[in-house]
């Protein structure tokens, strides 16, 4: 039988991988946002994963009709699955595509999760669920697989074919097979694990171990500004040694880096141990937006600018750089703490869906900023098109301050940098 992929979930993740796939397979896209669908027809990805020229000439049909995928014989689970803000997974989901799936899964199917999950949950929690809607008998009548996305939005050198793939199954017949599918559009090779949850912790783990690399040069940032030592030099000159491993301070946000972490967490909670090290590390990173905003105005009393309704600039809202993605971007969290200061504050950027990011965060973001003149100015996404700015025009007066959480400006320029 031809193999025909069901795609389920068309994000930064879904998207990329239907346009890997229906290179050699007959691939359909679902996805339960109308807009989204509508725009995938038109062959406009706002995410910028996808050129419109690739979608005008791909064969992928796209869907929101469940039962368009009825007649796959492989699913492949690439939804999102955030965090509550009690910091313990949202497997909403998750769960509404096993739902999903199990009410149109035929015998001999495979479904293959991508979304990041804790060791354990796609056997633990999502089998059952798809048993009870599909009435099928897991590894006997259907199998799944686990296959962590590696996807890293708006990079365009390393792309989906380019970077190893994670491969697992639920028996050794369908490791076999479903490694066998990802080799057919991963250039750079395959990893097959041992087992589900090896690749399900392996891909967590991925993201925290970043994650604590990042939590412990934003700590020495945090340490450095007390002993008035620029961190960046510190970097620079302790980046002379080989082995010294390359990271920068900065906001810690996204999809992956600032919520896998509490996956791994919540998943060695239940078996009786609280991560120390995990933990420590996100709570550092969760409080770099206070640390910032705090900085800016400490800085602004010292030159002597009234801190009441002064004007601000926050340049970039998205989670990194030259990408439209605000995916727990950290900037909104600057925001709020400036504005309890009483500050007046526009964020720019020219990259990001307006109406979007007004409906994830309730601010609104500003469309010009031509002839606007600020006390403060906070550079904290290095987007390139920023480098086309005249920085220092938008200062009101000398006494201006400029703060580069990115080290993205010419030292000179800035009055402090993170």
């Known amino acids: 039988m031809e193999n025909k992929i069901g795609i389920v979930g068309l994000g930064y993740v879904g998207l990329p991988l239907a346009v890997a796939f229906s290179e050699h397979f007959n691939v359909i896209g679902y996805d339960t946002n109308i807009k989204r669908i509508s725009e995938l027809k038109n062959s406009k990805d706002l995410t910028g994963e996808v050129e419109e020229n690739i979608l005008l ?108 793939k994670v491969t697992s199954g639920s028996n050794e017949k369908a490791s076999e097979f479903i490694d066998s599918l990802y080799k057919k559009i991963i250039k750079a090779g395959t990893f097959k694990a041992s ?21 412990f040069v934003n700590e020495l940032a945090v340490m450095f500004d007390r002993f008035n030592i ?22 810690v946000g996204g999809h992956c880096i600032s919520v896998d972490p509490y996956y791994l967490a919540y998943k060695s909670e239940i078996h009786g141990y609280k991560p120390q090290v995990i933990l420590s590390g996100r709570k550092v990173n969760d409080d770099m937006p206070n640390f910032i905003a705090s900085k800016c105005v400490k800085l602004m009393i010292r030159k002597g600018i009234n801190i009441l309704n002064s004007k601000a600039l926050i340049l970039g809202a998205t989670f990194k750089e030259n990408c439209p993605d605000i995916r727990n ?90």
């Open 57 to 164: 000439n791909s064969s992928i049909v796209f869907s929101n009709n469940l039962d368009s995928i009825k007649n796959c014989n492989i699913y492949i689970i690439t939804v999102p699955t955030p965090i509550y803000s009690s910091k313990t997974p949202d497997l909403s989901y998750l769960e509404s595509a096993c739902e999903s799936i199990g009410k149109i899964l035929d015998k001999n199917d495979h479904v293959i999760f991508e979304s990041t999950v804790y060791p354990g949950c796609t056997e633990e929690f999502c089998v059952p669920i798809i048993e009870k809607h599909s009435s099928l008998e897991f590894n006997k009548d259907f199998f799944v697989g686990y296959s962590p996305e590696r996807i890293n939005p708006g990079d365009k050198k390393n792309t989906i074919s380019t970077i190893v």
């Open 195 to 215: 087992s589900i949850r090896v690749a399900e912790a392996s891909k967590a783990i991925e993201n925290a171990q970043r994650d604590l690399n990042i939590s």
């Open 329 to 418: 971007s950290k900037v909104p969290e600057i925001y709020n703490h400036l504005l309890e200061y009483g500050l007046n504050i526009d964020i720019y950027d020219p990259l990001v869906n307006r109406d979007e990011f007004v409906k994830e965060n309730n601010i609104e973001l500003t469309h010009d900023i031509t002839n606007n003149k600020y006390d403060l100015i906070v550079f904290c996404v290095s987007h390139e098109i920023f480098n086309q700015l005249d920085i220092i025009s938008y200062k009101r007066s000398n006494n201006s301050i400029i703060y580069d959480v990115k080290s993205f400006l010419p030292k000179n320029l800035v009055d402090a940098r993170l």
């Open 230 to 251: 620029d961190t960046t030099e510190v970097l620079e000159a302790a980046g002379s040694k080989w082995n010294f491993l390359n990271f920068k301070p900065g906001l």
